[in-house]
């Protein structure tokens, strides 16, 4: 007999996915890359940028966020959709980490921020709570937005593993997918 999956299990499910992939494509990344970002185009992160951005703000206080209703400095009600797009600072401005061992340090404590709360999370809520983000966009059930944060670090995740292919990387499918 099978047992029923829940939306917590799933949720769990794809951020652990999530994190160990992205913990892969870290660890093919050495110190001397993290000032590289593509050549051409503009308003790019770097390599150290983007890993921060994995590692700090792409997924896990987004979700303690959506989970407790805290958001603390983050949180400003009255902000239109117009004004959270202009707040969106440029690449150049975003804080990049300074190596990979502390990336590898905070994408470890990110994941454990993430699995808590989402084992936390009130299962009954999932779908039955409609949440709206600080930052705008429609109100969605608290399940959509947990879900809507994992893939944002899974974007992030793809995003790497170009920049990683455009520096001639050994990289392939299964780094991106898993095996």
């Keep these: 007999m099978s047992s029923e999956i829940t939306l917590r299990q799933v949720l769990l499910q794809q951020a652990t996915s999530a994190y160990d992939l992205t913990g892969r494509l870290f660890a093919r990344v050495v110190d001397a890359d993290l000032s590289w970002k593509p050549g051409s ?3 790019w ?21 959506f989970v407790t209703g805290d958001w603390g400095a983050a949180e400003d009600a009255g902000q239109s959709e117009a ?3 202009a707040q969106v600072p440029p690449a ?7 190596s990979v061992s502390q990336a590898q340090a905070l994408l470890a404590e ?16 999932l779908l039955s709570t ?4 600080p930052w705008g966009g429609p109100e969605l059930s608290l399940f959509q937005q947990l879900e809507l944060m994992i893939a944002h670090l899974v974007q992030h995740k793809g995003q790497l593993f170009y920049y990683l292919k455009l520096m001639g990387k050994d990289v392939n499918t299964a780094d991106l997918w898993g095996a």
């Design 45 to 65: 992160m770097t390599i150290g940028q983007l890993l921060m951005h994995c590692s700090r703000f792409a997924c896990g206080l987004a979700i303690q966020g």
């Design 110 to 125: 990110d994941r454990r921020l993430t699995l808590r709360w989402l084992a936390e999370v009130d299962e009954s809520a």
């Design 130 to 133: 409609a949440v709206p983000a």
């Design 41 to 43: 185009g503009g308003n």
């Design 92 to 98: 150049t401005s975003l804080p990049a980490v300074e």
């Design 83 to 85: 004004d959270a797009a």
